[in-house]
Nanobody
Framework: VQLQASGGGLVQAGGSLRLSCAAS????????VGWFRQAPGKEREFVAA????????YFADSVKGRFTISRDFAKNTVYLQMNSLKPEDTAVYYC??????????????????WGQGTQVTVSS
């Protein structure tokens, strides 16, 4: 499974970006799609996830109320809408798919396939 993450860029603090995660060759059916990010010198951290079939959503506390996650069945794409961006949101953002249970949805080990990452830079 190849995942294509896109939509990153440079934005001023308070601005918005929408990231996309598309899968080649197959659909997301039966999977959860997660977004993670990694800033220089820091560990990869969970941002948000959505269950493709049920639509259950999960967010890191640091992005609740600012980020939303959604899915488009027709385009087989998951979106991460990021609003009110802060400089501390600067990182490479990765999408991934896996079959985590609710208690492991925030763990990167629960995701088997990863995209290449897209850079998000928020200037102050």
């Amino acid at each position: 499974v190849q995942l294509q993450a896109s939509g990153g860029g440079l934005v001023q603090a308070g601005g918005s970006l929408r990231l996309s995660c598309a899968a080649s060759e197959r659909t997301f059916s039966g999977y959860s799609v997660g977004w993670f990010r990694q800033a220089p010198g820091k560990e990869r951290e969970f941002v948000a996830a959505i269950r493709w079939s049920g639509g259950n959503q999960y967010f890191a506390d640091s992005v609740k109320g600012r980020f939303t996650i959604s899915r488009d069945f027709a385009k087989n794409t998951v979106y991460l809408q990021m609003n009110s961006l802060k400089p501390e949101d600067t990182a490479v953002y990765y999408c991934a798919i896996g079959r985590p249970i609710a208690s492991t949805v925030r763990a990167h080990e629960s995701y088997a396939h990863w995209g290449q990452g897209t850079q998000v830079t928020v200037s102050s």
